[in-house]
């Protein structure tokens, strides 16, 4: 009986084995898998027909953007701005004191000087943001991006002037809210758009439509 349930299948050790020669076989897979992983240096690991787009967010991808989503991004950007023009009045306050500690008093500057501030900190930051990478902060966290009429990046030129006119006339966003193709005052005069882009290339989507 012992014999005969000896000889009923291989011992633990044969398997063993088995399994070491199976293992040790490359199998086809393995060979395609690694020659797939294979990445030259300085080429995007991501194949171009993934879609970078998150799929709630695809029917809107390259639609011209709503008053209430460029509001909500020209808050973030504000808030920013507010942040760098209290690092610099700290900065200004921490220098005066080292000039002169003993008289030291906290600086007060005029609503005008504050003014002219902000805007100087704004026309900055718009105009690299757009010439740069189409978006700001707010934009960024939005999924919104500025193009030309062409659908493409502003160039140089073409962002300084919007953030001039968007500094000016911040309230000519809201004549989004009356035109036909979403567009503000800025974007009307200077043929530009803004658009829903979730992506991180620096080239914007070539569709631009309007919300349906």
């Not at 002219?116 to 740069?132: E, K, N, P």
């Not at 009429?149 to 966003?173: M, N, S, T």
Request: proline share 8%.
């Amino acid at each position: 009986m012992s014999e005969f349930g000896a000889s009923a299948g291989p011992s633990p050790h044969e398997g063993d084995a088995e399994q070491r020669r199976l293992n040790a076989v490359p199998h086809e897979g393995d060979a395609e898998l690694r020659r797939l992983s294979a990445v030259p240096p300085g080429v995007n690991a991501v194949h171009p027909k993934v879609d970078a787009v998150p799929w709630e967010a695809r029917p809107f991808q390259g639609q011209r953007a709503g008053v209430v989503t460029r509001t909500a991004a020209n808050v973030l950007d504000s808030l920013l701005v507010v942040g760098v023009l209290a690092c610099g009045y700290a900065a200004w306050c921490a220098v005066k004191f080292l000039v002169n500690p003993k008289s030291f008093s906290f600086p007060a500057p005029s609503f005008v000087f504050l003014l002219i501030c902000a805007g100087v900190v704004l026309f900055v930051y718009f105009t690299v943001s757009w010439a740069t990478t189409g978006r700001t902060f707010g934009d960024h966290q939005l999924g919104l991006r500025v193009v030309s009429f062409r659908g493409e990046q502003l160039r140089w030129p073409g962002a300084v002037v919007r953030a001039g006119f968007c500094v000016l006339l911040p309230i000519g966003l809201y004549w989004a809210v009356v035109s036909s193709t979403n567009r503000s005052v800025q974007d009307t005069v200077l043929r530009t758009s803004v658009v829903y882009d979730w992506t991180t290339r620096t080239r914007p989507p070539p569709r631009i439509t309007r919300p349906g």
